[in-house]
């Protein structure tokens, strides 16, 4: 029943205090210093068991060491401050009490100079890269000469191909085998394998998919489980952010409690305090995010650029020549858009945008919302854009350049025909050669895709998991937490979705390339 | 509890400031004087050890 003591305390203290400022001597003040130092000292007394309990619970909570130690601080510096000013100002001497708030703040102030440091870390460097554009752009130019090269490359491989078609084809009409098995080893997977390598997917080699395909016995779903069961045993990480958050989310409560008491200073400081210790948390997730998406991408790419010389031939054994330049082009163009404008633009406009809602959220009247607004509907519409510009491709050159193709493998295998005595019997293994060819290619062509979906299974459900877990959190978080707070985690969940976006975007954009290149190649 | 302490300090208010007014109707202003400024500095060895304890204790709550 300490209360009613304290009560007790202050009552007495206040009536002796009336009949003592009556009588005109001065020691009503001293009883009104010597009740607030009581009271205080039981206040301390309180305040180190909540402290104790509050270093206990900082344990649970993995990034915030040193931010508790900097908010208890500035919690007991608020306390003393206002203790010390109001009794000054008791004892009518405002001006003494005005300096002792001005240098409560300024210690205020002081101690938390480390923490904005820290945020600028977080944020502007980790996420803007200040130090490392100029490795980027080095890295984006190394990427396009890169493709260059393998442009030129497989420029060479065409050439080498479409004498390696012709001397195939008559391979083939020799034999006359039915058997697919040849026609799978005339290409060459040794690039793709090494790709496959490179982006962690071992003991598959790309012959193998397109074997299993054409004979029916692909177990698409063995593979999908065995990348479903990765992600979820790496499940324990995001449950530690979840709970981080939602701890941080209760803590954020008591201090703000706490601090609110001394000064609106030290409300402010201790809000904007624990938003950094939630911008530290979710800045890890989005770089971890950040990163596999863009991984995510370039694996995409790597592996398709590996992937077009073996699809583009079997395309050129179907065709011929013209169609293949064209639909070469149309996939090259489309790798070097992806990489342009997703890789070179979009993420890092998607790092810009995380870092202006940060501020956003960090500034108490929202000041860019708008901004973060329309970056992020500005890569989405980008993304629809992109999607229509492919689809588009596909279909035109589709439609445009068979045309000439199919003349000329008419006028080829009419002119075949006439060579006496082999005259029938070709046309029967040309339709037979042609099926298997359709059937190889297609082969080849959903190999590819299957290897899209498989590149791109692990990452898009990690950042899924993101996602989902910053929307849950917020979800949980609005009754009880700050504003801004949940609003902070909302925005970041939003962020994340964009990176979702990009990365299917990507996979879906090479999906539909493939498959539409696949159809259009089929009626010949 | 020390809730004691301003029993005692209102108890000492309430006798320096009637002896400082007789003392003063005395015409004896020196003596009220000096009754004043001791039963302060009574006053002030009887708060400072809490101020201080008060402070340690605060600063003990900063490690």
Request: glycine share 6%; hydrophobic share 50%.
């Amino acid at each position: 029943l300490e209360i009613i003591k304290i009560m007790a305390l202050a009552v007495i203290a206040v009536l002796i205090c009336v009949y003592l400022k009556n009588t005109g001597s001065p020691f009503h003040l001293y009883i009104s210093l010597s009740v607030c130092v009581l009271i205080m000292l039981m206040v301390a007394l309180k305040l180190s068991s909540v402290i104790e309990s509050i270093s206990k619970f900082t344990d649970y909570l993995k990034y915030s060491g040193e931010y508790a130690d900097i908010l208890l601080k500035t919690v007991i510096i608020t306390y003393v401050t206002s203790f010390t000013s109001d009794i000054c100002k008791d004892s009518g001497y405002n001006s003494i009490a005005n300096q002792v708030e001005l240098f409560g703040k300024i210690t205020i102030i002081i101690l938390s100079i480390p923490v904005i440091f820290e945020l600028l870390d977080m944020t502007v460097i980790q996420s803007f890269g200040c130090e490392n554009t100029k490795f980027e752009t080095e890295y984006t130019e190394i990427k396009f000469t890169e493709i260059n090269q393998k442009y030129n490359a497989s420029k060479i491989k065409f050439n080498n191909s479409t004498e390696n078609i012709f001397v195939l084809e008559f391979e083939i009409l020799e034999t006359a085998s039915l058997e697919d098995e040849i026609d799978i080893n005339a290409y060459d997977y040794s690039e793709i394998d090494a790709q496959l390598e490179n982006t962690g997917i071992q003991n598959l080699t790309f012959k193998e998919i397109i074997t299993q395909l054409i004979n029916g016995e692909f177990l698409f779903w063995e593979y999908c489980k065995s990348i479903i069961q990765n992600r979820l045993s790496s499940l324990n990480t995001y449950k530690t952010t979840f709970v981080n958050i939602l701890l941080l989310a209760v803590f954020s409560g008591i201090f703000n409690a706490l601090a609110s008491q001394g000064s609106r200073l030290g409300y402010d400081t201790s809000r904007i305090i624990i938003m950094i210790n939630l911008v530290v948390i979710l800045s890890k997730l989005f770089t971890n995010s950040l990163r596999v998406c863009s991984e995510a991408i370039e694996s995409i790419l790597s592996i398709y650029q590996a992937l077009m010389p073996v699809f583009m031939t079997a395309v050129a054994v179907i065709t011929g020549s013209v169609t293949y330049a064209a639909y070469y082009q149309v996939i090259l163009i489309g790798i070097s858009l992806v990489n342009m404008l997703f890789l070179s633009a979009a993420v890092p406009l998607i790092r810009a945008d995380y870092c202006i809602a940060v501020v956003n959220r960090l500034s108490s009247p929202e000041r860019f919302g708008k901004l973060v607004k329309f970056i992020e509907d500005g890569v989405k519409w980008t993304c629809r854009i992109i999607i229509i510009a492919f689809t588009g491709m596909g279909c035109v050159k589709g439609i445009m350049a068979p045309m000439s193709d199919s003349f000329k493998r008419k006028l080829f295998y009419k002119s075949a025909k006439i060579i006496p005595g082999l005259g029938d019997s070709l046309d029967v293994i040309s339709s037979a050669v042609y099926g298997s060819g359709i059937i190889i290619k297609n082969g080849i062509g959903i190999g590819g895709i299957i290897l899209i979906i498989m590149m791109i299974g692990a990452p898009l459900i990690h950042i899924a998991v993101n996602f989902l877990l910053l929307k849950l959190t917020s979800a949980i978080l609005q009754p009880m937490a700050d504003k801004s707070f949940v609003q902070l985690i909302d925005d970041i969940a939003g962020i994340i979705g964009l990176l979702l976006l990009l990365v299917s975007v990507t996979g879906l954009l090479f999906i539909i390339l493939t498959g539409l290149i696949c159809v259009f190649t089929n009626s010949y | 509890m020390e809730i004691g302490i301003i029993f005692k300090i209102a108890a000492v208010g309430v006798l320096v400031s009637i002896l400082s007014q007789i003392l003063k109707h005395s015409g004896r202003d020196e003596h009220a004087f000096l009754v004043s400024l001791s039963g302060l500095l009574l006053v002030l060895t009887w708060i400072i050890p809490y101020i201080v304890s008060l402070f340690e204790y605060m600063k003990a709550l900063f490690d």
